[in-house]
């Protein structure tokens, strides 16, 4: 079956050990991306739901990965999932050189809810890493060395589940005047346990930001990318 190059599948990881409320909230995003792109057809799916890319996606589609970096899931899984399907994969979300304003202007408003401004603030960006490879840990200081010019006096401290330095060390450093932001596309086992375990144990006092995938003009963001992909140039 050849697909209208007006459709588009959102795809993200999952969560394994259960499907179902990852793939729920990606078809909710997938909704909002609708939104800022009518006469498109958005679908979703998850890498974790068994079968269900293959089932979504046919030829003709923009593939949009709702993942952080060009890793191994990205690079590896994903073409190889879609073999055989002509079909145009876009940018990982991470990557996109319109989020990290979004988020600096996400870390701001957050600030300012605690009477904050950025000087002098102290923000942990907690990020997946990875022991597969340095794809993961690069995308989290890439975007790192992006924030900062954007957020003048704001000190942007990565720290990794995976690899060092690790969550809970990065925080421990940190005084209270802090923001820790997950730089996450989705709220897995990662975001809802491993984080807040780590920050427990580091003692840290400062607030949470949603994970990154889900701060406010997200959707607005991937409409352009998917619309930009579509006709094969960079968003």
């Known amino acids: 079956m050849t697909q209208s190059p007006q459709t588009a599948v959102i795809t993200a ?14 078809a ?9 792109l009518p006469g498109w057809g958005i679908r979703s799916a998850t890498l974790a739901t068994p079968e269900r890319l293959e089932e979504v996606t046919a030829n003709g589609a923009v593939v949009y990965p709702f993942f952080m970096s060009q890793g191994y899931f990205t690079a ?10 002509s079909c145009r994969i876009a940018a990982p979300f991470g990557l996109d050189a319109a989020l990290p304003p979004l988020a600096a202007q996400a870390v701001q408003q957050a600030a300012l809810a605690q009477g904050w401004n950025t000087d002098g603030l102290h923000l942990l ?3 997946h890493g990875s ?8 995308a989290a200081e890439d975007f ?22 690790r969550i809970e060390t990065a925080a421990a450093q940190l005084p209270g005047r802090a923001l820790c932001l997950p730089f996450f596309a989705q709220a897995g086992d ?12 580091a003692r840290f006092g400062g607030a949470v930001l949603p994970v990154t995938g889900a701060l406010p003009g997200v959707p607005k963001l991937i409409a352009a990318a998917i619309r930009a992909a579509a006709l094969d140039r960079e968003p």
């Open 144 to 165: 790192a060395a992006r924030l900062r010019p954007l957020l003048p006096g704001c000190t942007v401290t990565p720290g990794y589940v995976e690899q060092d330095p």
């Open 28 to 36: 909710s995003l997938a909704a909002e991306v609708a939104a800022f």
């Open 190 to 201: 990662h975001v809802k346990e491993d984080i807040p375990a780590a920050l427990d144990a």
């Open 125 to 127: 960006l907690a990020a």
């Open 13 to 26: 990881h999952g969560q394994p050990s259960a499907p179902g409320p990852a793939e729920a909230d990606l």
């Open 76 to 85: 590896k899984v994903l073409p190889a999932r879609l073999k055989g399907v």
């Open 131 to 138: 022991a597969r490879g340095p794809k993961a840990a690069e």
